[in-house]
């Protein structure tokens, strides 16, 4: 069977633009010889949807556009489609509404399969909004027996996963039933179709070949993932979308962060190219797709940095070039009297190495105005805190105000070391629509850096090697408030995305317990802040925003 793997890029709540998204891709599959197209978990309404699902009328719309496609399997010749929707549930009894896969061929609808194992960990709330399938069938197209299951229905494997989520794996159930049919089934290819929305972090685009390899290995099955592509929010999709044989070599491969269509002779199919496996190139694109997805999919073309000179805005500002092109991007210098000349000249360096348009707004008059207005109330207190955040209040207020007159979207330029220990200014450095590295520890971005500078210098040199600086005060470092780098990120990672406890950490990176306690203090006093921080790019397995769930108001010993 001539299985077409149609990776696409949704639009949460773009019926049209999904469904024609859809119909070109199948017809460009059809022109290769495809007999079937696959397309991703929820792909004609986008993933995920949210709490559109409450909303009957998306529903309708969806239920519609099922029906749209349906009608384009009708002409003769044209291949069958499987595709990710949201339907009714079928159910008086329980949520409203099922995460389906709909096979439609021949103009109407073949078969429906609900999505059984329903994620509720991380960014996921499937939970919410979805009734689980209460069993799983094989089905059939053209004599050849299939097996589809939707994303999460694969993640259950007992003999990969230290533990498993659920009682019941539906992939396991699905090779039963073929096993007890096996003397006329095995006459045919086994076959396990999964249509995806499986996010990206770090590692994971491997982690999952490894997991389905298991799966073809263990039920001696043809593996077919088509996973979605995209940003949507602060999620981004890799794509990498795959076809494994029963040995659990990869046959066929899609691209990673891109959309593909990749069409597959099984079970004739040829070993494919391994994947690239360069952790920070991964990574890169990712950052680049969820700033040109967010970007575009809000109806915006241009976004403002504001460029300080320092490595973080640096790195934001080149990722937002190869997203959305140099003629999209602004920079805006906005220098204090406690701005160094040679930040200002790298800040200048780096908008003409990216060819970007760059505007110079001194802040030294605003600030002083400020300080006057202030004199009275702060009268016999020493220069502080409140001072060194009324500079990137003013600059939030500037860009802002560029903002509203021009159209062009604001991205933050803090890192997610800075969002973890608050070492960020709420209304002034936070101020913007996406925090673009807002998951990216500060040591990776020195890597993400030079990653930029691959070919040829985009962030000056100047930039990257020296130390750094909020210059909001006559000769302030980084390291006056906070530990090196290189000690804090390990801290934070432990804590963070694993969950440690201080001593833990103090004993696994053999670092002073009194230091580890200090920093877990700052990252519990400044959840108020991240709570209020715009959406951030999740590309760790633990980031600040919907996976990240913690009260403000606590007292918790650290």
């Given amino acids: ?39 991703p978990e929820l792909a004609v309404c986008g993933y995920p949807p949210a709490d559109f699902l409450e909303k009957n009328a998306f529903v309708e719309r969806a239920v519609q556009a099922v029906h749209e496609i349906a009608a384009w399997t009708g002409e003769q010749g044209r291949p069958a489609v499987l595709v990710g929707s949201v339907m009714p549930a079928a159910s008086k009894i329980g949520k409203h509404v099922s995460n389906v896969a709909v096979l439609l061929s021949k103009g109407k609808t073949a078969f429906v399969q609900q999505k059984m194992l329903l994620p509720f960990y991380d960014v996921f709330d499937e939970q919410r909004y979805f009734e689980p399938a209460s069993s799983q069938c094989l ?40 096993q007890a049919d096996a ?8 076959i396990i179709l999964n249509i995806s929305a499986s996010p990206f972090c770090q590692g994971k685009p491997a982690t999952r070949q490894r997991m389905l390899a298991a799966i073809a290995q263990r039920h001696h099955a043809f593996v077919v993932l088509v996973n979605q592509v995209g940003g949507n929010d602060g999620l981004v999709f890799d794509g990498s979308s795959l076809v494994l044989d029963p040995s659990g070599k990869a046959v066929a491969r899609a691209g990673c962060f891109v959309e593909d269509l990749i069409v597959v002779d099984i079970p004739h199919a040829e070993e494919a190219a391994p994947a690239p496996c360069d952790e920070i190139r991964e990574v890169w694109q990712a950052l680049v797709l969820g700033t040109r997805d967010y970007v575009r999919k809000c109806g915006f073309s241009k976004v403002l940095v504001a460029v300080s000179g320092g490595i973080d805005s640096a790195l934001v500002a080149a990722i937002a070039v190869e997203a959305l092109g140099a003629e999209n991007v602004i920079g805006v210098g906005m220098p204090s009297e406690y701005s160094s000349l040679g930040s200002i000249e790298d800040a200048r360096s780096l908008a003409h190495n990216l060819g970007i348009r760059f505007e110079l707004l001194p802040i030294h008059d605003i600030f002083a105005q400020f300080q006057k207005v202030l004199e009275p109330l702060f009268a016999g207190t020493s220069f502080g805190i409140a001072e060194e955040n009324l500079q990137p209040r003013i600059r939030g207020t500037l860009l802002m105000a560029i903002s509203n007159k021009f159209g062009a979207l604001v991205l933050t330029t803090g890192n997610k070391s800075e969002m973890a220990v608050g070492y960020c200014t709420l209304y002034g450095d936070m101020v913007g629509a996406l925090a673009v590295i807002g998951d990216v520890y500060k040591t990776r971005v020195y890597q993400l850096a030079h990653h930029a500078n691959r070919t040829r210098e985009v962030i000056p040199l100047n930039t990257i090697t020296k130390p750094p600086s909020a210059e909001l005060r006559p000769g302030q470092q980084d390291t006056d408030s906070l530990p090196p780098y290189e ?68 007292k918790v010993q650290v």
């Avoid at 709540?13 to 397309?39: P, W, Y």
């Fill in 1 to 39: 069977m001539k299985i077409a793997l149609a990776q696409i890029n949704p639009t949460v709540g773009d019926f049209t633009g999904n469904i024609k998204k859809i119909v070109e891709f199948a017809a460009r599959a059809s022109e290769q010889g495809a007999e079937l197209v696959v397309f």
């Fill in 183 to 190: 003397d006329h089934l095995d006459r045919y290819p086994r």
């Fill in 139 to 178: 089905t059939s197209l053209n004599d050849q027996p299939l097996a589809i299951t939707i994303c999460e229905d694969a993640w259950n494997d007992k003999d990969f996963w230290p533990r498993q989520l659920y009682p019941v794996d539906p992939v396991n159930a699905l090779m039963q039933q073929w």
């Fill in 487 to 554: 000690v804090l990120d390990p801290i934070l990672m432990a804590y963070v995305e694993r969950f440690l406890s201080a001593e833990q950490i103090a004993k696994e990176q053999n670092v002073d317990l009194a230091l580890v306690r200090s920093v877990l203090k700052l990252v519990e006093q400044s959840e108020y802040k991240r709570q209020q921080a715009a959406p951030v790019l999740k590309i760790t397995p633990k980031s600040f925003g919907t996976g990240r769930r913690f009260p403000i108001a606590v």
